[in-house]
């Protein structure tokens, strides 16, 4: 279980024990239709946080005393992950508990929710827009998708899970700690790897498709992703672009790069951005920091960065910009 601490602490919406004051505040912010406070001997108090990255939503919340909140239809998509504490959801045929450590299924947008929480509750939440996810998976199976995408409500396979819920919380840690100075390049970086990793490890009524080998295509389609990603290394590159200049699905473009390259289309990115980094490290003046130039180069995790410069040019980050310093003195 993570740390006790509070996510997203610099992106608040309401610390406090005033049950009005919070009311208008999950009404106004989170779109409650519904709130009220339990008969509980504890004292009444709710801190709740929420960072919002076009499409991507995350929230912290903590409830100190017993609360039932309710919840209209919506645009997007939930899914909570606990941190400490019991709850329980219903959101039509769906209901159940949110014990520590695990997490609720997919909660469609749809379908009106109620939550109700125990004492002590803590969660993440996360928050998709329905419209992205059709976008990026449309995307990657090539195709426009005809139907409603339906999420399947059988339990998702426990590692994804694991896996997806280790990324929003090391997401929201280092959005709290350098938010402030990360490029929308980064920021749509995060939106989309989040994004591709809910779609792999939930099963929905398209995931047969990508379980399907996708189909060949010419290397000319890897050759023309290339040069576009060179010409616009510092724009958000996602796979709905790649998908259109390569003129093919996303899937299929990932085999044709592995199987022509030794490498995915993620890896040239970033191999790209790495020899820009290196640049502007070597380039740099006396103001200039590792992580300021690491994060207007689309890396969000300074100590990911460090480690991927040091595998691709035999040396860290700092000790490129100390070399420049040293010359520029």
Not at 6 to 22: C, H, I, K, M
Not at 61 to 67: L, R
Not at 72 to 100: C, D, H, L, M, W
Not at 133 to 156: M, W, Y
Request: proline share 5%.
């Amino acid at each position: 279980m993570p740390p006790r601490s509070t996510p997203l602490s610099n992106y608040p919406v309401v610390r406090s024990s005033d049950p009005e004051f919070v009311r208008d505040r999950l009404f106004s912010v989170f779109g409650a239709n519904g709130f009220d406070v339990g008969r509980s001997n504890t004292a009444f108090a709710v801190d709740a946080n929420h960072l919002q990255i076009r499409d991507l939503g995350v929230s912290y919340c903590d409830y100190a005393s017993e609360v039932s909140i309710r919840f209209g239809e919506a645009t997007f998509v939930r899914q909570f992950f606990n941190i400490e504490g019991v709850g329980r959801y219903a959101a039509g045929k769906q209901a159940g508990e949110i014990r520590p450590g695990s997490w609720s299924p997919i909660l469609h947008a749809e379908t009106p929710l109620k939550l109700d929480f125990k004492p002590d509750y803590r969660q993440l939440v996360l928050r998709i827009e329905v419209e992205a996810l059709r976008r990026n998976l449309g995307a990657l199976i090539g195709q426009d998708l005809g139907q409603q995408l339906v999420f399947d409500e059988t339990p998702a396979r426990q590692p994804a899970m694991e896996a997806l819920r280790l990324r929003l919380f090391q997401f929201a840690h280092d959005y709290n700690a350098r938010g402030q100075f990360f490029s929308d390049l980064a920021a749509a970086e995060v939106e989309r790897m989040v994004i591709m990793k809910f779609l792999m490890c939930h099963r929905h009524n398209y995931t047969h498709y990508l379980l399907r080998e996708p189909l060949p295509v010419s290397s000319t389609a890897v050759k023309l992703v290339e040069e576009y990603i060179e010409a616009n290394w510092d724009k958000p590159i996602d796979i709905e672009t790649m998908a259109r200049v390569s003129g093919c699905s996303a899937r299929s473009l990932f085999r044709q790069f592995r199987k022509t390259r030794g490498h995915s289309p993620a890896d040239f990115v970033k191999r790209v951005r790495l020899d820009r980094a290196r640049h502007m490290l070597q380039q740099a003046g006396s103001e200039s920091s590792v992580i300021q130039i690491a994060l207007k180069c689309g890396f969000q995790n300074a100590g990911h960065f460090a480690r991927d410069y040091r595998v691709t040019f035999g040396e860290l980050p700092s000790a490129t910009l100390q070399r420049a310093k040293r010359w520029l003195s």
